[in-house]
Nanobody
Framework: QVQLVESGGGLVQPGGSLRLSCAAS????????MSWYRQAPGKERKLVAS????????DYADSVKGRFTISRDNSPNALYLQMNSLKPEDTATHFC??????????????WGQGTQVTVSS
């Protein structure tokens, strides 16, 4: 069974920090591009950051560049998002996402259930 389980969300004041984690299981994590997305109520789900299995440059949305850092461990299988200098506009449900590389003979993309980040004073 494929599972992506996010954790680490919560309530934080503007300027504060949170670290999100995504525990992955049931698939070959090291062959997947991993990403964080976020979605606020009534808004489209947007890409926050992504990272290739090895050797690739992390990619970030312009809105989070310089504030967020995406990282991953392939053993144990986990994805992280360090969020610093948080702003109220960062408030959203954050989702872990896994997309197969060309080495995976499958079109399937996986999603976690999300973890809520609320930035408010």
């Amino acid at each position: 069974q494929v599972q992506l389980v996010e954790s680490g969300g919560g309530l934080v004041q503007p300027g504060g920090s949170l670290r999100l984690s995504c525990a992955a299981s049931g698939f070959t994590f090291s062959l997947y591009v991993m990403s964080w997305y976020r979605q606020a109520p009534g808004k489209e789900r947007k890409l926050v950051a992504s990272i290739a299995p090895v050797g690739g440059m992390p990619d970030y949305a312009d809105s989070v560049k310089g504030r967020f850092t995406i990282s991953r461990d392939n053993s144990p299988n986990a994805l992280y998002l360090q969020m610093n200098s948080l702003k109220p506009e960062d408030t959203a449900t954050h989702f872990c996402n896994a997309v197969p590389t060309a080495l995976v003979w499958s079109p399937l993309t996986y999603w976690g259930q999300g973890t809520q980040v609320t930035v408010s004073s």
